[in-house]
């Protein structure tokens, strides 16, 4: 995009605002800020927020260390899930993210939301940055995993997993733009 996509305004609110806010509405009590490093700027645009911050343990922008940092962060606070959430999907629904929470049960680790699959992607529609997962077991497969190259949505999906996939969030109505992601320019229109 060129510039910090958190800040992006869509409907004339920064795409963070967006994210917070569906998260809050899903019933998210906590909100963890994952990013690269101390961004007054940001915190600024999310002062009448409570935000908990972490920053990346890692300079490379790899996501999956980012993810991990995250999840080290939310174990250290004896967090037992989590609710991931890029901050360029602000149509998310929120009626997804709660039924997603919901389905995590004790027999799950993942549950994982796939949309509807998009040519020449290598990750068959699954929506790893949208899974709700327990945090410790996460930790623990994706350490395993860090050095052989794998992307999240296999990681996670090789896990206790369950894909929820269109079939099931159709019948919740969620409609195919909760997973919409604004990447260019032009996906703002």
């Not at 060129?2 to 998260?23: V, Y």
């Not at 915190?43 to 260390?65: C, P, Q, T």
């Not at 250290?76 to 899930?81: L, M, P, S, Y």
């Amino acid at each position: 995009m060129g510039e910090d996509k958190s800040q992006i305004e869509i409907e004339g609110k920064p795409m963070i605002i967006h994210a917070i806010k569906n998260l809050k509405m899903a019933g998210c009590s906590e909100i963890l800020i994952q990013t690269k490093k101390n961004n007054v700027e940001l915190k600024s645009i999310l002062s009448d927020f409570e935000i908990i911050w972490n920053y990346d343990n890692y300079d490379d922008g790899d996501v999956l260390r980012a993810i991990l940092s995250a999840l080290t962060f939310a174990n250290n606070k004896n967090w037992n899930a989590v609710q991931l959430m890029p901050v360029d999907t602000p149509f998310i629904s929120q009626i997804l993210l709660k039924n997603l929470s919901d389905l995590l049960d004790e027999n799950l680790d993942v549950v994982l939301p796939s949309s509807t699959p998009k040519k020449n992607t290598k990750s068959n529609g699954l929506e790893p940055l949208l899974a709700c997962l327990k945090v410790k077991p996460t930790i623990k497969k994706i350490n395993e995993n860090l050095d052989n190259n794998k992307g999240l949505g296999k990681i996670l999906s090789e896990m206790k997993c369950l894909i929820v996939d269109e079939e099931i969030w159709s019948r919740w109505g969620v409609s195919e733009e909760s997973f919409k992601n604004i990447n260019y320019p032009n996906d703002r229109e």
